[in-house]
């Protein structure tokens, strides 16, 4: 048989036709599951937003209302709803709040995607209009905003009780914002670089007690209590000395047994095991040492009993099982290095300290280091709560609001809250694509329309008429009111900066940006293919 060319032309043709449903259903697939996700956790946005409670398949239930908690404790399985949880845990590495608006605002745009879709426009011509957008809602968004200083406390307060409104802890929001602000600025480097490492805050939880306990400790806080019983539990004057060698009869690596016959040989060993340990503990009280922080061994006790019974003689507080991961911490609070041999262990190497004592708090006890001399650029902050899922949340809340306030003295400026600034890049972009022809006009209007829901949802969250909301939200902003924004508490349109509803110029720009790239992403997926494992 022979082919002629035109033949193998129509071929190709009709096959070429045949397939292009597949990346249509594929792309609808993924906008559908995405959308999903989005929808699950819309309902926990703002004020007045539902919390959710997530079970873990050992029982264990967290109650929540933080959108990345929800994403990350949540059972994906799609592959492009994954893609939002990715995008949320990115928003909460960037700014550390609006984890839930950024998957609300991708939903929205997915939304908005498919509907250009269906009008024909190509996915590429849609993700290349969308960038555009996406740049021109944050140079919106800077015109807005306004410069704060990092010596104004009171306008960094306001914007860390924003972030705290919409949690669990709300009505603390008074006590825990300055709490959050005083650590964060205690601990930001340099004032000109606005660099500052979260490592460097620690939180401990504690429970016990209510929110309104948690403190902010100006020096180091251990979770343990101090080993001895009859040592002491309070020291003025403290010398401080973290070890890193064990107090206890050595012990080879490899497992052996001794078979000790008589017993002249069983006191020879136990006299030996004295004498060593007694050495140790004579090194300690020459060096004037009276506070030894022990980090956790893994191979024997750290301080046996013998030695525990002699440091309890000579007054020493011991506090056992520092964890590896601690250690660095402990360093840099105390501006020490640990001491690893016991050659090593002279007055130089001390720290000196005001007072060390023993605080009970709730049903536990913790040991607690202030005045500490020359004391690096860290801070502990203790969260209190009277049950288990109270407290994981204050932490959570805490976190957040500490966020807030390192996005500040990242970018030092702040817009509005309450659905303001969507609502003025709407507008604006809605009017840009007056100005524009062709298939950038349909995407841009499709763009702006879409950052509608932040405000429509907070209106829907709180009990008011969304579409009513919005409408009047739209027109004050049309007559130059850039600040005007859902004030939840009152159930109407007010000022927003008057009511000190504030939020980081960071948090906004960064879930434009995070969520349009996202949906872009999901966008040019046109196949879905099964690699061979």
Known sequence: MVVKPNMVAKKVQGQAYKDKSKPADIRLSNINAAKAVSDAIRTSLGPRGMDKMIQASNGEVTITNDGATILKQMNVIHPAAKMLVELSRAQDVEAGDGTTSVVVVAGALLEAVEKLLQMGIHPTAISEAFQRCSAKAVEILTEMSRPVELNDRETLIKSASTSLNSKVVSQHSSMLAPIAVDAVLKVTESHEQGSVDLKNIKLIRSLGGTIEDTELIDGLVFTQRSSGINGPKRLEKAKIGLIQFCISAPKTDMDHSVIVSDYAAMDRVLKE????????????????????????????????????????????MVVKDIEREDVEFVCKTLRCRPIASLDHFVAENLVN???????????????????????????????????????????????????????????????????????????????????????????????????????????????????ATVTELRNRH?????????????????????????????V???????????????????DIVNTMQ
């Not at 100005?435 to 509608?452: K, W």
């Not at 049309?478 to 939020?503: P, Y």
Request: with cysteine.
């Open 273 to 316: 095991e004295r004498a060593y340990i007694l050495n140790i503990v004579k090194q300690i009280k020459k060096s004037g040492c009276n506070v030894l922080l022990v980090q956790k061994s893994i191979l024997r006790d750290a301080v046996s009993d013998l030695a525990q019974h002699f440091l309890d003689k000579i007054k020493v």
């Open 353 to 467: 300290a005001d007072l060390v004592e023993e605080v009970a708090s709730g049903t536990t006890k913790f040991v607690k280091v202030t005045g500490i001399q020359n004391m690096g650029q860290t801070v502990s902050i203790v969260v209190r709560g009277s049950n288990k899922l109270v407290l994981e949340e204050a932490d959570r809340s805490l976190h957040d609001a500490l966020c807030v306030v390192r996005c500040l003295v990242k970018k030092r400026a702040l817009i509005a809250g309450g659905g303001a600034p969507e609502i003025e890049m709407a507008l604006q972009l809605s009017a840009y694509a007056q100005t524009l022809q062709g298939v950038d006009a349909y995407c841009f209007r499709a763009f702006a329309n879409a950052l509608e829901v932040i405000p429509s949802t907070l209106a829907e969250n709180a009990g008011l008429n969304p579409i």
């Open 478 to 506: 049309a007559q130059g009111e850039k600040n005007a924004g859902i004030n939840v508490r009152k159930g109407a349109i007010t000022d927003i900066l008057a009511e000190n509803v504030v939020q980081p110029l960071l």
């Open 508 to 526: 906004s720009t960064s879930s434009i940006t995070f969520a349009s790239e996202t949906v872009r992403s999901i966008l040019k997926i046109d």
